[in-house]
């Protein structure tokens, strides 16, 4: 017996059905045989809307599809016509068509609901939701997503640039390029544009999107389309992502929740959209050579010891960090009789925001930096203290251009000239300009056989070095700088965030910025000892006059004795 949906409208008003209850018992089953652990909840309603009480107010159905729960008891009309009191059911299982069903009180004692399993293949026929008119019901999530990467994924300038072997201004033969050194497609499109290559049946090259696709890059039907993730550093549709479609298309959406009605659209809770592996599918990729050129799921993987560990959306779609623009959400529809209609408020943590943050918002959140500086001798020791606080995987993560730079300077403030490095870690060739500057870069490079440092990620045959941050492990540095004369001294330390590594940048002509995650400077009053040289320490600094007096002892003692 379904509801009405206009009249289950109307009838939600009156203030009186608010708080009753009733309880009901039945079976979950796919039409034929009971469905074992499925989500079947009780809907409950405030003034304004559905409110999730999920798990609360939902029952894990028993090996024979048993479950009792309870509902808030509403008015609604049959189908038929029949005014009757109730309450809502709503089913859902993974792998199974989510259902929703009214359920008077007189059938409340035992009532079936069924749930269809998804079967059936992708209907290649179906075609995709264009992102605008997601908006019409998910109007804030649309604009969250339009100002994300994954907007202009098919579109990204840098992307074309490595792609065809082009710089800002559409030079061509500027190294490196994919089809400078290879004459097939490749398997960009396979993330980039997901949903071209998967109409395709295969690679698409990325100057050939179709206009549909291009716009979109990576859009909701990109990701609310995705039946199963085998992660296995296989790019994309190319191999770890399934996509599927309803037959004969219409409003569906794989998501992660469970109590979800489906009169204006049709879903399956899907677990894999509150997990890390959702998004391995394009952010874990392995190149012809065996070279894994992004590893962040296997980074995450290998930390994800415990059932707590905060997965990728815990962080790149938070609610919670301190971002311009944060605002409480209790609702992903925000058209205010979608809402009454068919929306649920949620707890806002469970709510997840579609800007995606990349690394250029979440890095200062993540890292902490910290430095002590002495003298020992002649010397200036500044040691430097970087640690990975929080990000579940190395820092930086994702395409091997990016990276880290820890500089280091003292400056005699009287002069204005920077003293010498005597020992300590210098900043190499990824540096551009700040090569050979006191400092040290945090990246993962990768090597051509011949060892030679490349950006060329599908030619790449090793990886040459990868110092990125892991989580928790403190990344000490020591510097020593030339004491040459007493002087007031400022120490600086600056740590900065590179999308793109100078070199290339500037190989490219794109217009970077970088980003200042900590830039920290504190004074020192540097001491020369002459006597010493470079040998002596604090410690002997600060017994010289003791020492002086000691030798004058030892001096009168030997004269008296030769006496």
């Not at 999308?499 to 020369?528: C, H, M």
Request: charged content about 20%; proline content about 6%.
């Amino acid at each position: 017996m379904y509801m009405k949906f206009a009249s289950l409208l109307v009838l939600l008003a009156p203030a009186q059905v608010l708080g009753a209850v009733i309880t009901i018992s039945g079976v979950a089953t796919d039409g034929t045989h009971p469905i074992a652990n499925a989500i079947i909840c009780g809907s409950h309603w405030d003034e304004v809307s559905r409110v999730s009480n999920y798990p609360d107010a939902c029952a894990l159905t028993e090996t024979d599809g048993s479950f009792s729960l309870s509902a808030m008891l509403v008015p609604f009309t049959t189908v038929e016509g029949v005014e009757v009191e109730g309450g809502e059911l709503i089913g859902a299982a993974p792998g199974y068509l989510t259902a929703d069903k009214m359920v008077s009180s007189v059938d409340a004692a035992f009532v079936e609901i069924e749930l269809s399993e998804i079967r059936d293949p992708d209907d290649i026929n179906a075609g995709w939701i264009a992102p605008e008119s997601c908006a019409s019901c998910h109007n804030r999530i649309y604009d969250e997503w339009s100002q994300s990467k994954h907007a202009i994924a098919s579109k990204n300038p840098w992307v074309f640039d490595l792609y065809n072997g082009t710089d800002a201004k559409g030079n061509p033969d500027v190294a490196p390029g994919y089809k400078l050194d290879n004459d097939d497609a490749g398997s960009c499109s396979a993330c980039h544009a997901a949903t071209a290559f998967w109409d395709n049946g295969g690679p698409l090259d990325l100057n050939e999107i179709p206009a549909n696709h291009a716009a979109y890059g990576v859009f909701c039907e990109t990701c609310h389309k995705i039946k199963e993730v085998i992660p296995s550093g296989a790019p994309g549709v190319d191999g770890a992502i399934t996509l599927w479609r309803p037959p004969n298309g219409g409003l569906f959406a794989f998501g992660p929740y469970p109590d979800v009605t489906t009169h204006p659209m049709g879903s399956s809770y899907s677990p894999l959209f509150e997990s890390s592996e959702l998004c391995s599918g394009c952010h874990e990729y392995t190149n012809a050579q065996g070279v894994p050129v992004m590893d962040t799921y296997s980074d995450w993987l290998a930390i994800a010891i415990t059932d707590d560990t905060q997965h990728c959306q815990d962080c790149h779609m938070t609610t919670s960090i301190n971002v311009e623009d944060e605002e409480v959400n209790e609702y992903v529809v925000d058209n205010p009789t979608v809402i009454q209609m068919h929306g649920h408020r949620r707890n806002p943590e469970t709510v997840h925001r579609h800007n995606f943050f990349d690394g250029e918002t979440l890095i200062p959140f993540a890292l902490s930096l910290d430095f002590a500086t002495y003298q020992e001798g002649n010397e200036i020791v500044v040691t430097t203290h970087l640690l990975n606080e929080v990000a579940n995987h190395r820092v930086p993560t994702g395409m091997p251009f990016r990276e880290l730079l820890l500089t280091v300077s003292v400056v005699n403030q009287s002069t204005g000239k920077e003293l010498s490095l005597i020992s300590g870690p210098l900043v190499g060739a990824r540096g551009g300009a700040l090569e050979g500057t006191p400092g040290k870069i945090f990246a993962k490079s990768l090597g051509l056989e011949s060892g030679e440092l490349t950006f060329a990620f599908w030619k790449a045959t090793q990886v040459l070095e990868d110092n990125r941050l892991e989580l928790g492990v403190m990344q000490e540095s020591e510097f020593r700088f030339s004491v040459e004369e007493d002087a007031p001294l400022s120490v600086s330390v600056k740590l900065t965030y590179r999308r793109a590594s100078a070199i290339l940048a500037q190989a490219k002509g794109w217009d970077t910025q970088d980003l200042v995650i900590s830039d920290q400077n504190s004074p020192f009053d540097a001491e020369y000892f002459e006597a010493f040289g470079c040998g002596c320490n604090t410690t002997a600094q600060s017994q010289f006059p003791f020492l002086l007096f000691f030798g004058f002892l030892l001096g009168v003692y030997a004269s008296q004795k030769r006496r």
